[in-house]
């Protein structure tokens, strides 16, 4: 009795085994999407039987993280393994019972029938042209044919070759033509059968124990790295007493291998594949190095501008843009199509993290191209002012100086800035700073005008025994040629000595707040309008005669 049991056990088995796996193709529900990858949320209805099955689940990323595969499946099914794969077509048979494979299929046997009857005929008519070929020398040898029946022979021979030659031809291009249709029919074969290889190659197989044979609900989770977003801004002022419309918006980017229908979409700022393991402190022990060359600089003495301005306020970075070099296109249109955007996407402010979650549903391709998302409208009270570094721009940058900005949950991205209704270029956000205010530059102003030049009488060189002494004396002026009084935060600087041997004097500064620690200068300055105002800076620096500053 044992045995007959062992024997039927293993029967069921092999039976179960045996079993053509079960079909089924996922669609994508939801998108988490991350900074460098994305939770894709799936799901699918199939049809198990009762006892063990394979379950192929098509349409999955081409690539994702195997151990973060997560199968959600009603309590009478039991998921006993998951296995990813990217070649499942060359491993297991097709299964032909789909209406559209039959109807190739049948077509592909018609056409190769085709072909061999064209073939046949065409094999035929060779031989019969042979056999004329043959009897013609058999005629031409017999002597006993008279000069009118050699003629007509001729005359039959020459009319019969020809119809048979063009015969010939006629089906060597009928043939050619049957063969271009069944090359294309075992293309449209691979299209149907290979469907889902051509836009996605994922696969994921799954055994499953079903205690009732039915349809059965199965939601997929997983973690892929092929789709990105990253956050851009558009700032919108109509002027310097207006707030800022700001429209905050993200590119999201996927290529996955599946289109993303009709999902819906939530962003993070999160980084699933960052390592969240806290770092350890060790024993620090100091050692000696050995000899090495160092910069000219250090060695010499030279002296060195380490604050030297770049021409942007804290917070920002301004993009030089020249005509034509950018495309900027307005996609909000109205104000209640702003206002329904807004309402339709839920901030979420995590304890690690800051996720929108978007109610309307979005089509995400997967063509690697960025895809505009419209997340939340932020209307900005700001205090505007102008800001300008002539030592290296000589040009006023308009600034918005925006207080308790954290609250808006702002992430580091590029803005496009348009200004009473303009264009005017871009500009980068920087929410990742101590500082209590955040400037976004609102671009360069034209009406403010600022020229720096150097007082040629009040600027020379001269030598005192061993040392060499230089002074610089430069005067900005700047003028505000707008219809109203304008504040402007004005700065330069004075080089700063890292050796000994070089001094370094500030004789004349105007009245600037001054930072001994950066050498920089400021001065805060209200311009009405039409108003100029000069300001002079003046330094000495002091070093050994045999010595060259290249930065001076």
């Known amino acids: 009795m044992k045995k007959l049991i062992l024997c039927l056990s293993l029967l069921v088995s092999t039976t179960i085994l045996a079993q053509k796996p079960i079909f089924t193709t996922a669609k994508v529900k939801a998108a988490t999407v991350y900074f460098n990858a994305a939770e894709l949320s799936q799901t699918t209805a199939v049809n198990i039987p009762a006892g063990t099955s394979e379950i192929v689940i098509k349409n999955v990323a081409d690539y994702l993280n195997e151990s973060t595969v997560q199968i959600g499946a009603p309590n009478s099914v039991t998921v006993l393994s998951v296995q990813f794969t990217q070649n499942y077509i060359s491993e297991y048979e097709i299964d032909e019972a789909n209406p559209v ?40 040898a017999n002597t006993g044919l008279n000069v009118t029946e050699l003629m007509k022979l001729v005359d039959f021979y020459k009319t019969k070759r020809t119809e048979l030659d063009n015969t010939i031809v006629t089906m060597e291009e009928k043939e050619r033509k049957l063969n271009l249709k ?28 079903n205690d009732i044979a039915g349809l059965v609900n199965l939601d997929i989770n997983y973690i892929t790295d092929n789709a990105s977003w990253t956050p851009f801004y558009d700032l919108r002022a109509e002027n310097i007493t207006a707030p800022i419309n700001m429209m905050y918006k993200a590119q999201v980017v996927q290529s996955t291998g599946i289109d993303w229908k009709k999902v819906n979409l939530t962003l993070s700022s999160g980084n699933p594949n960052q ?104 209307k900005l009270p700001a205090t505007y002012k102008y800001y300008a570094a002539p030592r290296v721009e000589k040009e006023a940058f308009l600034l918005a100086e925006i207080n308790d900005y954290s609250k808006y949950n702002l992430l580091s991205g590029e803005a496009n ?26 671009g360069r102003d034209k009406k403010i005008s600022i020229k720096r030049e150097k007082v040629v009488d009040k600027s020379g060189t001269r030598f005192l025994s061993s040392k060499k002494e230089q002074t610089f004396t430069y005067d900005i002026t700047i003028r505000n040629n707008k ?70």
Do not use: C
Request: hydrophobic share 35%; no cysteine.
């Open 182 to 209: 069944l090359k294309n029919l075992n293309d449209k074969l691979e299209i149907n059968t290979q469907k889902e290889e051509k836009n996605s190659k994922g696969k994921l197989i799954i055994q499953v124990m």
């Open 275 to 378: 390592n969240n393991q806290m770092p350890l402190l060790s024993s620090w022990f100091l050692r000696y190095q050995d000899n090495i060359l160092y910069d000219k600089i250090s060695v010499n003495g030279y002296l060195g501008v380490q604050n030297k301005l770049q021409g942007r306020a804290a917070g920002i970075k301004v993009k030089k843009e020249l005509a034509n070099s950018y495309t900027y296109v307005d996609t909000i249109s109205s104000d209640n199509e702003i206002a329904s955007v807004s309402n339709y996407t839920n901030i979420q402010e995590n304890q690690l993290n800051v996720s929108f979650d978007i109610d309307i549903p979005y089509d995400i391709l997967s063509n690697g191209k960025p895809h505009s998302v419209a997340l939340k409208e932020i």
């Open 101 to 140: 494979i039959k109807k190739v299929r049948d077509s592909i046997t018609w056409t190769q029938k085709e072909i061999k009857k064209v073939q046949i005929e065409t094999y035929s008519n060779k031989q019969t042209i042979a056999l004329l070929d043959a009897n013609q020398n058999v005629g031409g």
């Open 417 to 442: 800035i348009i200004f009473e209704g303009l264009y005017v270029g871009k500009t980068m956000i920087n929410p990742n700073q101590t500082s209590d205010t955040l400037n976004l530059s609102m």
């Open 483 to 552: 219809k109203e009084a304008a504040d402007v935060t004005l700065k330069d600087q004075y080089p700063l000595s890292t050796d000994k041997e070089v001094e370094i004097e500030l004789l004349e500064s105007n009245g600037a707040k001054e930072n001994k620690e950066t050498g920089i200068l400021t001065w805060n300055l209200k311009l009405a309008s039409n108003e100029t105002k000069k300001i002079r800076i003046s330094y000495k620096v002091k070093y050994p005669k045999d010595k060259i500053i290249d930065n001076l």
